[in-house]
């Protein structure tokens, strides 16, 4: 089945530094990538769309400047969280979908927890 | 936007039983619901999808339906076991436009020996 690969899986970052999360999807091609946020014992919240090739699309709230996203490739998408603060720790997790006919649901990388100390 | 609402207690439940998981949405009706498993530090995990025609969904263990009068879906798993236990979030379309997910905020369950 499809499969979604996301690194690091933990990462503690100093206040002020930036950090990149990598996510790949490793059997299929993903011309869109979903970027989640999720704080503990709250559900996943949608942060931005990333289109390859293109400019990601981001959720109302979500600042574009500090939540750069790179969708280079058909398979690879990155999210850098520029000049972190203790406020952005928190558990990011990506997700895409294959085109497979009859495959509809969509595969999750296994996220990232952050730290900012 | 769409409004989600699971139960946001955990469900304790005894082996072998049936767990039945509830999922409200308060405005348009969704083209399509989803539901997914979460366990502790992973990501969500597709289980089922169910489409607005189709009143019914199974899947092994799995039974899911869809009320688009009620704006309800419930989620069964049938003789549940220990390994059952985790979060179990609903997902529908953000908007009827477009293909991005909104979550629920899970229903926790524990399914005790």
């Known amino acids: 089945g499809a499969v979604v690969s996301q690194h690091p899986s933990r990462v503690i970052c100093k206040s002020g530094t930036s950090v990149k999360i990598e996510c790949r999807s490793l059997?299929?091609?993903?011309?869109?990538m979903f970027w989640y946020r999720q704080f503990p014992k709250q559900s996943l919240m949608l942060m931005a769309t990333?289109?390859?090739?293109?400019?990601?699309?981001?959720e109302q709230g979500v600042e574009k400047d500090k939540f750069l996203i790179n969708h280079a490739s058909l398979t690879l998408s990155t999210l850098t969280v520029t000049s972190a603060h203790p406020e952005d720790s928190s558990f990011y997790i990506c997700?895409?979908?294959?085109?497979?006919?009859?495959?509809?649901?969509?595969?999750f990388g296994s996220g990232t927890r952050l730290t900012v100390v | 936007s769409q409004k989600i609402e699971q139960n946001s207690e955990a469900l304790n439940i005894q082996e072998g039983k049936t767990a039945t998981l509830t999922c409200n949405y308060t405005n348009y009706s969704p083209a399509y619901l989803q539901w997914y498993r979460q366990d502790p530090g992973r990501g969500p995990v597709f289980l089922l999808l169910i489409r607005e025609n189709e009143k019914e969904k199974r899947k092994e263990r799995l039974k899911v339906t869809f009320d688009t009068t009620l704006k309800q879906s419930l989620f069964h798993i049938t003789a549940s076991q220990p390994a059952d236990s985790a979060t179990y979030l609903c997902?529908?379309?953000?908007?009827?436009?477009?293909?991005?997910?909104?979550f629920g905020g899970g229903t926790r369950l524990m399914v005790k020996p």
């Open positions: 997700s895409a979908r294959d085109g497979t006919p009859g495959n509809y649901g969509y595969t």
């Open positions: 990333s289109n390859e090739g293109s400019k990601a699309t981001y």
């Open positions: 997902a529908l379309p953000l908007n009827n436009a477009g293909n991005m997910l909104t």
């Open positions: 059997d299929f091609q993903a011309t869109t």
